[in-house]
């Protein structure tokens, strides 16, 4: 835990020194809201019984998605270069758990995507989308999001301990990245998908950190269709299945790239 | 089981038939048994692929072996790999050193992996920056380090800790020859004044030389040959010493025959060389006797077998590519 920390406060301390990593942190998500969400939204409003908020409101969690895997990504790059400059070394070394190394990695990725999250809702809130009036729902969102983030992270560390190329890396990171995004509910309702994309969804734990995102931070119940009724602890279930998984899985391949 | 140290009272490391096979097929360290006491710099010396990496991988608990066994400061490298952890400091063949972090930021938090208190890691990381001679460049990043500021950096951080064992894997690595015998006189002090046992691996001879009280030649996964330096290479017998001047050639060599201590005696083109069990301590007799022999000396040289010639008597290659 105290080691977990320390690499958590190296990551971390390693992005403020790097102004154009934090501005590019913070107006990327600004980007997405206004140039993606805004974009979709004319198209989706076009369509009846959709009114212009709902479909902001509906699609947030969705671009905070995005966002976090995005993130994540960006922590398993900075893990493969530290694997192939040799730093891991020193960790390895160093009498710390070997889970400790990926999770303060893990967890500087997910304390970058919370402050996006911010970004996130408060451009959101400009743009139209309703915010649920329940304060503890704005923190389970940010729990849903944290393990969403952990187990993303778990997988791109899993797949930057197992090649030692970066273009590599890329195209196994790419191949995950898309069905995970777009096989779920996070930019289009269930009901507007067929019923192989459904079933995909169903099994995809996006759908359910973003549907259990939406039942409690947003107030989209409405816009989310019937399809998405799925139970709050199931969501976070799901979630934090996702995460331990996802670390699980990054904890295998590390072990098995030191052997 | 966990919390047991056995006493080895003074053999910081001890192998008992230590190996290591990559991928089934590649047996990079092939039942290594070595016993290195405490208090002393032993170097592992041998070619690139010799295994000297693969065996201090498995002594600093990086990589498991394969099978056999191995003790470090008293801790088993397998079931209290923790232990050992806390016991060593290592440096690896690369640099390994964060670019964005400053070099007093990169000894912090290297002490701050082991645990150490901020009080006392401020104050070691300023003692050894300051030792190094790092003083001055503490607070910038490593990344404008020159290579020798960067390899005294890692000595530092390998120090930090007050490790029992120090691990340095080839610690001149990449450095021009002013800057490592630089390093070498570091390694000399600091070994000195804390009381510690360093296995260091090397693929220049003159290094292991310069540094160990112990050396064992390794090639291919295995030690082919341990001892002193000096044991070393007075097992490979007779010194050379060679002589060229004028006067009564013939009279001398036939009295340097006739001496018991004198090996051989070949001359070619005036030069005479005479094979003697040690060519310091006959010098002097030589000298004197081609006084009264009416040969009068204009040069002479005494040639020692090296390290070089003990690798090349036991493998038939040279140490270095030529």
């Known amino acids: 835990?105290?080691?977990?920390?320390?690499?958590?406060?190296?990551?971390?301390?390693?992005?403020?020194?790097?102004?154009?990593?934090?501005?590019?942190?913070?107006?990327?998500?600004?980007?997405?809201?206004?140039?993606?969400?805004?974009?979709?939204?004319?198209?989706?409003?076009?369509?009846?019984?959709?009114?212009?908020?709902?479909?902001?409101?509906?699609?947030?969690?969705?671009?905070?998605?995005?966002?976090?895997?995005?993130?994540?990504?960006?922590?398993?790059?900075?893990?493969?270069?530290?694997?192939?400059?040799?730093?891991?070394?020193?960790?390895?070394?160093?009498?710390?758990?070997?889970?400790?190394?990926?999770?303060?990695?893990?967890?500087?990725?997910?304390?970058?995507?919370?402050?996006?999250?911010?970004?996130?809702?408060?451009?959101?809130?400009?743009?139209?989308?309703?915010?649920?009036?329940?304060?503890?729902?704005?923190?389970?969102?940010?729990?849903?999001?944290?393990?969403?983030?952990?187990?993303?992270?778990?997988?791109?560390?899993?797949?930057?301990?197992?090649?030692?190329?970066?273009?590599?890396?890329?195209?196994?990171?790419?191949?995950?990245?898309?069905?995970?995004?777009?096989?779920?509910?996070?930019?289009?309702?269930?009901?507007?998908?067929?019923?192989?994309?459904?079933?995909?969804?169903?099994?995809?734990?996006?759908?359910?950190?973003?549907?259990?995102?939406?039942?409690?931070?947003?107030?989209?119940?409405?816009?989310?269709?019937?399809?998405?009724?799925?139970?709050?602890?199931l969501c976070f279930t799901v979630t934090f299945g996702f995460a331990v998984l996802g670390m699980y899985l990054a904890l295998k391949a590390f072990k098995k790239s030191i052997k | 089981m966990k919390e047991a140290r056995i006493d080895v009272s003074s053999t910081e490391i001890i192998t008992k038939d230590l190996s290591k096979t990559y991928d089934d097929t590649v047996r990079a360290v092939n039942n290594l048994s070595l016993k290195i006491p405490g208090n002393t710099i032993y170097a592992l010396l041998g070619p690139n692929g010799a295994g000297k990496t693969s065996t201090i991988s498995m002594l600093t608990t990086m990589t498991k072996p394969t099978s056999g066994s191995a003790m470090v400061a008293g801790y088993d490298i397998v079931q209290q790999a923790d232990r050992v952890r806390k016991q060593i400091g290592v440096t690896f063949q690369e640099i390994v050193l964060d670019p964005d972090l400053s070099g007093r930021e990169s000894l912090i938090f290297h002490a701050r992996l082991y645990g150490l208190e901020k009080t006392e890691r401020q104050k070691r990381a300023g003692e050894l920056l300051k030792l190094m001679e790092l003083e001055d460049a503490a607070d910038r990043k490593t990344k404008t380090y020159s290579g020798g500021m960067k390899r005294r950096l890692e000595l530092a951080r390998g120090l930090i800790t007050g490790p029992s064992v120090l691990f340095l894997d080839e610690p001149t690595q990449g450095l021009d020859p002013q800057n490592r015998t630089n390093i070498w006189d570091y390694i000399r002090d600091l070994k000195a004044s804390n009381n510690m046992t360093v296995l260091l691996t090397t693929h220049y001879m003159e290094e292991a030389e310069a540094l160990a009280d112990r050396v064992g030649i390794m090639d291919k996964g295995e030690i082919i040959i341990e001892g002193t330096p000096r044991e070393l290479v007075d097992q490979m017998g007779a010194d050379n010493i060679q002589i060229t001047g004028t006067g009564n050639k013939d009279s001398f060599e036939e009295r340097c025959k006739s001496l018991k201590y004198v090996q051989s005696v070949n001359s070619t083109n005036g030069l005479i060389q005479i094979g003697v069990d040690s060519g310091n301590r006959r010098l002097v007799e030589l000298i004197e006797l081609a006084n009264k022999s009416n040969y009068s000396i204009e040069d002479v040289s005494v040639s020692k077998p090296s390290l070089d010639d003990v690798f090349l008597k036991y493998t038939g290659r040279q140490l270095r590519d030529k």
């Open chain 1, 1 to 233: 835990m105290k080691s977990t920390i320390l690499l958590w406060q190296k990551q971390m301390k390693k992005a403020i020194v790097h102004p154009e990593e934090i501005v590019g942190m913070l107006i990327q998500p600004i980007l997405w809201v206004i140039l993606f969400g805004v974009g979709m939204r004319s198209m989706m409003s076009t369509s009846p019984g959709n009114s212009n908020e709902d479909y902001m409101t509906f699609v947030i969690p969705g671009i905070i998605a995005l966002t976090a895997v995005g993130a994540a990504i960006t922590g398993g790059s900075t893990w493969l270069n530290e694997r192939l400059n040799g730093i891991v070394k020193e960790y390895l070394a160093a009498p710390i758990p070997r889970i400790s190394i990926l999770m303060g990695n893990a967890t500087s990725s997910v304390s970058k995507v919370l402050i996006q999250v911010l970004v996130i809702l408060i451009v959101g809130l400009f743009m139209g989308a309703r915010l649920s009036d329940n304060p503890i729902g704005w923190l389970g969102g940010f729990l849903l999001i944290a393990g969403f983030g952990i187990g993303f992270s778990g997988f791109a560390l899993s797949v930057a301990s197992s090649t030692d190329s970066s273009e590599g890396y890329h195209m196994m990171i790419f191949l995950l990245q898309l069905p995970l995004l777009f096989l779920s509910n996070s930019l289009y309702p269930l009901e507007s998908l067929p019923t192989w994309m459904r079933i995909g969804a169903y099994l995809n734990p996006t759908t359910y950190v973003v549907t259990g995102f939406r039942q409690i931070t947003l107030d989209s119940v409405p816009s989310m269709g019937p399809m998405a009724n799925i139970p709050l602890w």
